[in-house]
């Protein structure tokens, strides 16, 4: 079996990734450092690997492209035709072959360039050759951003397509929109289609799978047709074409009988028609879907002669319902039986048939011979007579073998029906001896002990009591405030406890305010200069506390002007020692700058001043680095790496 799986193909990048991903690449892969003081021969060799490391590159994320894509040549028909309507099959071939193109002119400028560079002379030659050629190769890339786009939305929309094999027992539902079509993929199979009201909810082919006679089998469900010309249909309606003409299936075609889709039966019937061609050689069956709403009594005589002209022609009609489960499994215990007996003659007429004939002779197939007379029928248990004859009286549903069949709510419906009183009861699940114990209280145990062995029986008694004094301590006013016995001084503290409380709040608003004007911020450390002792007795007076001193003392401590004082009543009796001291106080006051301390003479600060720009060019160097010339230093030394160890201590290795 062919494996149809597109979910692995690899992810496309766009142009400005592809070279980001190529050129980060050779960075990291080839050298970095040359000097123009290299012999010429190894400054060539240094940007040819460069050219053809960056071109090699380049070829193999191409390639790699290139060969995930499938080619539409030598895939199925049904999937080739699917990309025909999903992608247009030339805009698809195009993007493909310039991808292929941008390759080989990627190759072809690889081999110039390097050829090219033999012959350069000096190593800014060199550089410019390299430099040159992968910048053509980047141009090259770049116009390929529209195709490498396309295709990676192409790879996106393959990556979400179903794993739908062209080649197995296939069960096809189609027809009119809202219908019924994903309805009965639901009930047939486990896949969980939307299904809603309104026409074309199903927009895409849909995939369930299922199980019968010990084989698997798929169930493709597909968009809703309309009847007009084949050139007038959408991409939608056009992937139902494509999966009719090309799939080997038993075609199931759903109709409503209650005409609550929007069309007639007329209108059904004349769809069957028009797109009969296409189940050519295909098991075809109708599904008169919706006899629960509308019956097969109720229906008029002309609507029951369009039936009736279907199975005079060979197409078998199965009166069914997707909401009740009537004739389901019927139709496709039917289609199914049909399909497995035509694919069997398909695979006795093929080329393997002649081998067949030629070993025919050599098949015996024995039947058993009859011991005596005696009937020996099968054993059917009371039980199960029992639901067949409840089943008859109460005109109850029966499959193919006589069994009732009851279908179970989910815990999902179960939720939706119940709404909020819903609740997960996992305990209905248990499979007790006594069922009536399902719902009793599982002991807790601790340290082997079970805790109910430990509660007081009385507790709920004494819970009681203490509700009950509680009762009457509210009732007596215990608990209510006095605030009216409080003394002057905790009045006082509380008044003043608000004070602060208010005077921070205007702090803040104050802060917000000053904070939506759009000056320049004054640091806090300026604005402490022009603040003074006033200032905070002011404050903290408006907070209640009072700094004043009757005494006439001080809070804070000052400068003692005493030494001031005596400065200013120093004798001035000797002169020259006078002037020596001003004279050193100007020395001290006239610093010299930082740079020029520890310097004799002109000559030593030009000298300091050499070195230190001297000390500061590597920095600078690094500072104009570019990505081109960044360093990666050894980060294995030789020396330390290689060579034997001897019996003695390794720790420097």
Known sequence: MADYNFKNITVVPSSTEFVDLILSKTQRKTATVVHKCYPITRIRGFYVRKVKFTQTNFHDRLSKILTDFPRLDDLHPF??????????RNHYK?????????????????????????????????????????????????????????LNDVRQHMARLPAIDPNTRTLLITGFPNVG?????????????????????????????????????????????LDKPCVERSDIEMKTIVALAHLRAAIIYVMDVSEQCGESMESQLLLFENIRPLFTNKPIYVMANKTDIVGKDELSE???????????????????????????????KAAC????VQRVEAKLQSKSSGRVEANKNRIHVAVPVKRDDKERPAVIPAAVLAKRAKALETGGALTGEGMEVVPRKSERQLEIEMDDEYYLDMKKWY??????????????????????????????????????????????????????????????????????????????????????????KLPRKNMKEGMGPEDMMEDLGKLGIDLDDDEGGSHFRSRSLVRKSR?????????????????????????RPRSESGLRDENMMAKAKKMARTAQRPMIRLGKAG????????????????????????DRR
């Open 79 to 88: 999937y080739a035709d699917l990309y025909n309507v999903m992608y247009d």
């Open 94 to 150: 195009i993007a493909l072959g310039q991808i292929n193109t941008a390759r080989n002119l990627i190759d072809q400028v690889g081999r110039d360039y390097a050829r090219l560079l033999k012959y350069a002379d000096s190593l800014y030659r060199c550089k410019m050759l390299k430099k040159t050629a992968l910048g053509r190769m980047v141009t090259i890339i770049k116009r390929q951003n529209s195709s490498l786009k396309f």
């Open 181 to 225: 079509k994903s309805s009965l993929i639901n009930k047939l199979t486990r896949a969980e289609v939307e299904i809603a009201s309104y026409a074309f909810t199903t927009k895409s082919l849909s995939v369930g799978h299922m199980d019968y006679r010990y084989l698997r089998w798929q169930v493709v469900d597909t968009p809703g047709l």
């Open 302 to 332: 002309e609507n029951m002669k369009i039936f009736t002209d279907l199975e005079a022609k060979g197409v078998p009609v199965f009166w069914s319902s997707t909401k009740t489960d009537v004739g389901i499994m019927e139709m496709r």
């Open 337 to 340: 039986d049909k399909l497995l």
């Open 431 to 520: 499979n007790l001896r006594n069922p009536e114990e399902k719902y009793d209280v599982i002991p807790e145990i601790w340290n082997g002990h079970n805790v109910a062995d430990f509660v007081d029986p009385e507790l709920d008694m004494k819970l009681d009591e203490l509700e009950r004094q509680e009762g009457l301590r509210e009732e007596a006013g215990y608990y209510d405030n006095d605030e009216g016995s409080d003394d002057e001084e905790t009045k006082d503290t509380r008044k003043l406890a608000q004070q602060i409380r208010d005077k921070r709040t205007i702090q803040l608003i104050e802060s917000h305010l000053r904070r939506k004007v759009k000056k320049a």
């Open 567 to 591: 400065k200013r009543k120093a004798p001035s009796d000797n002169v020259e020692k006078t002037v020596s001291n001003r004279s050193q106080s100007r020395n001290r006051s006239m610093s």
């Open 627 to 650: 990505e081109s010339d960044r360093h990666i230093p050894t980060l294995k030394p030789k020396h330390l790496l290689t060579g034997k160890r001897g019996v003695g201590k390794t």
